[in-house]
């Protein structure tokens, strides 16, 4: 009695300790989780926390329902979730594992025995067989637990996968519908500007009639307006460009996407700072994090399965059966067997060999973990660059766009009174266009660099993974 409470009490301790080590989050430097280098007094961030559905900051409902769309039949969206189902599914086949494993057979057969029989004795029967089957595996040493928890590792980062696709195709809808508002506000721009060159030229060719200019003037104003005609249709590619492209992103053909997606004629502009948070946020928030994290504790937990290989596999089990000739003996007689079954492989230098392998893959995935931690960072503060200086230059262009078109109307008015040639006209008309084009291609830029921001920081949504 003594001896079986011991040898229980040992079983239980074994099975209590699973191989391999114990995985432990990854720490952040304070380097890593300090302010951002370039949001360090910037008028044009803030320090609070990145807002989930950043989008909403446009107040534009036409692209608050494109986003709903493109979340809700986005098929990358539809991918990332089938390979999350996945994952779970990988998580209960390893749970399984844990379970008793329960087997039914049974056999009927016709036939003659060999042998000699007795005169009188049926020499044809129906044999009939039934078996039952238990097996349960002793994890003493934490190779079902390991497996389990490489695969809870495994559905982390398929959800944090998952995230990361949202992070984008959100961020891809944003951008293409910017787009295709902002080349509409560069076309209406090229139009205006080949407005104002058609008077222009009309003014040139009137002095031109009565010997105030010359012919080379007037071709010189309208080689400038047919440049600057020729504008609009590559503008007008690129908006219908990144209309098919925001079907796509919201799951339609072309032929399907929303009228509205293409009323508006405003590039999206947001004057209020940005929060971004810190590093120690951005790090909680991006998606390729936590899945480069989550994929690092699976390779962990790897390491205890292969450990594990290298003790023996107790399983115990039983089973029950009867083989009788007929109906009425199939329960005569029956057989029963009882006990444990030790498996222990001989060669541990293959056992040994897929430790190191394991390590191996754990050092690599804990090398992607920091990279991605540097990447994200990287990519946070060069988007704080970017934006800030699309937001300076933006501002020289205004500036600049104002002062033409103010030296623009001067210009014109003396030209009417006959103060200047119509050649120094030109040169003003010129100057403006090209400071009203440059103005509005920046704030396109503008635009763009701020959904870059918005990208940089992550999603809103949870990377936790239900299983």
């Known amino acids: 009695m003594f001896r079986n409470a011991t040898l229980m009490t040992s079983a239980l301790a074994l099975a209590a300790c699973a191989s391999g080590p114990d995985y432990h989050p990854q720490a952040v430097s304070a380097a890593a989780a300090a302010p951002f280098v370039m949001a360090q ?3 044009v961030t803030s320090p609070s926390q990145p807002v989930g559905n950043w989008w909403r900051l446009y107040d534009d409902p036409v692209l608050d329902g494109l986003v709903s769309d493109a979340l809700a039949a986005n098929t990358d969206v539809r991918v990332a979730e089938a390979r999350l ?7 209960r086949e390893e749970r399984g594992a844990a379970e008793p494993q329960v087997g039914l057979s049974g056999s009927a057969q016709y036939g003659r025995p060999s042998g000699p029989t007795i005169p009188g004795e049926r020499t044809t029967d129906v044999q009939i067989g039934l078996g039952l089957d238990v097996a349960y595996e002793a994890d003493l040493f934490g190779r079902i637990s390991r497996r389990v928890e490489a695969a809870r590792g495994d559905v982390g980062a398929a959800a944090a996968d998952a995230d990361a696709v949202r992070v984008t195709i959100v961020s891809d809808t944003v951008q293409a519908y910017a787009d295709a508002v902002s080349s509409a506000e560069r076309m209406a721009v090229a139009r205006k500007i080949v407005a104002l060159l058609d008077q222009s030229l009309l003014l040139t060719e009137r002095r031109h009639q009565v010997g105030e200019a010359t012919g080379l003037d007037t071709a010189r104003i309208a080689t400038l307006r047919d440049q600057r005609r020729a504008d ?35 590039t999206l502009r947001l004057d209020q700072p940005i929060p971004v948070g810190n ?16 994929r690092l504790a699976a390779s962990t937990a790897r390491i205890g399965v292969a450990t594990a290989d290298l003790y023996p596999r107790v399983t115990l089990g039983g089973s029950v059966g009867s083989n009788g000739a007929g109906v009425s003996n ?17 060669n541990r230098s293959a056992a040994r060999a897929r430790v190191a392998e394991a390590r191996a893959d754990t050092q690599a995935a804990l090398a992607t973990f920091d990279g991605t931690v540097l990447e994200a960072l990287q990519e946070t503060e060069t988007a704080l660059s970017a934006y800030q200086q699309a937001l300076n230059r933006r501002a020289a262009l205004h500036s600049a766009e ?25 040169d003003a008309e010129r100057t403006a266009a090209e400071a009203e084009a440059a103005l509005a291609e920046a704030d396109a830029n503008v635009a763009k660099s701020q ?9 809103s949504w949870s990377s936790k993974a239900r299983i």
């Open 451 to 459: 959904i870059d921001l918005f990208r940089a920081p992550g999603g």
């Open 402 to 426: 104002n002062e033409a078109e103010v030296a623009a109307r001067i210009t014109r008015a003396r030209q009417r009174e006959g103060d200047i040639s119509s050649l120094e006209l030109l």
């Open 85 to 91: 189902q996945r994952a779970r599914a990988a998580v």
């Open 41 to 43: 007094g910037s008028a």
């Open 279 to 294: 590093g120690a946020s951005l790090l909680a928030r991006r998606p390729d994090v936590a899945a480069a994290e989550r």
């Open 232 to 266: 609009i249709p590559t503008l007008e590619a690129e908006r219908q460009g990144a209309l098919f492209r925001l079907a796509t992103l919201t799951g339609r053909p072309p032929r399907e996407l929303p009228a509205d997606a293409a009323v508006r004629t405003s």
């Open 330 to 346: 199939i329960l005569n007689p029956i057989s029963w067997l009882v006990g444990p079954l030790i498996n222990w492989t001989a």
